[in-house]
């Protein structure tokens, strides 16, 4: 393919949250704010950067809240409740963790070695978006004589 692409992700939060959302973003993962934009002079979405993805914390619109029949998107409305599972791959798992605990998240599945022998854990953050934290390397076997 000779063209290049990217893709960028939008979390919706429920409206009137993005601001929450976006703040929550920066101090459990260390994103970094890139814009905002608006529609009839309030907050409609946050964009961030995680690493080399851009992602936008957006406001689900209330209209569609009230009509489901015209289709989402829609925020999540209990924990869990969604379609996908955002993997933030990182160094130091442990330490976003609590980062994310402290900024509210809630614990899905603890501190852990997968099978590959990568750190991992899971969290709620605080609008019901599920994040796999997950580390880049797996973890040098241990030898025991």
Do not use: C
């Amino acid at each position: 393919m000779a063209d290049m692409m990217s893709i960028e992700l939008s979390l919706f939060v429920e409206h009137g949250r993005e601001r929450e959302a976006a703040d929550f973003y920066l101090a459990a993962f260390g994103a970094q704010e890139l814009d905002t934009f608006s529609i009839e002079g309030a907050l409609a979405g946050v964009r961030m950067q995680f690493g080399e993805l851009s992602m936008t914390g957006a406001g689900s619109n209330p209209n569609r809240e009230r009509m489901p029949s015209r289709g989402g998107p829609f925020f999540p409305k209990a924990a869990g409740e969604i379609s996908a599972i955002a993997q933030l791959h990182t160094d130091d798992v442990g330490g976003i963790l609590e980062r994310a605990v402290a900024a509210g998240a809630r614990i899905r599945g603890g501190l852990d070695t997968d099978s590959q022998g990568r750190q991992v854990a899971t969290i709620f953050d605080p609008f019901n978006h599920i994040w796999a934290l997950v580390s880049r390397q797996s973890q040098p076997a241990s030898l025991t004589a």
